[in-house]
């Protein structure tokens, strides 16, 4: 089982940047599809973006195209999801998530294992 630990958040205002990151323990994410959620508050959590492997392919939502980056170390086992151009509606709390195989997904019970969850306000 693999332990992933959110960090990274914090309070940014309008239009400003915050990265997050997600790095695992217990077991190597390697390829993994690794996903990254928010949930804002009276809301359902919803997805962000995805990759599978370093450099390879990925996915974002509409909400979230061209302003956020997912990438990956898998030398640190760490993902990270770089967060530009913020707007008072990415206030959420992000959580990473890791399913053991397959490909990424958009739907959250698809994948295995789950952080905690890191803040992110964003201040207009």
């Known amino acids: 089982q693999v332990q992933l630990v959110e960090s990274g958040g914090g309070l940014v205002q309008s239009g400003g940047s915050l990265s997050v990151s997600c790095a695992a323990s217990?077991?190597?994410?390697?390829?993994?599809?690794m996903g990254w959620f928010r949930q804002a508050p009276g809301k359902e959590r919803e997805f962000v973006a995805a990759?599978?492997?370093?450099?390879?392919?990925?996915d974002y939502a509409d909400s979230v195209k061209g302003r956020f980056t997912i990438s990956r170390d898998n030398a640190k086992n760490t993902v990270y999801l770089q967060m530009n151009s913020l707007k008072p509606e990415d206030t959420a709390v992000y959580y990473c998530?890791?399913?053991?195989?397959?490909?990424?997904?958009?739907?959250?019970?698809?994948?295995?294992?789950w952080g905690q969850g890191t803040q992110v306000t964003v201040s207009s």
């Open positions: 998530a890791v399913r053991y195989g397959g490909t990424w997904s958009r739907r959250e019970y698809m994948y295995d294992s």
């Open positions: 217990g077991r190597i994410i390697g390829n993994y599809p």
């Open positions: 990759t599978v492997w370093n450099g390879g392919p990925t």
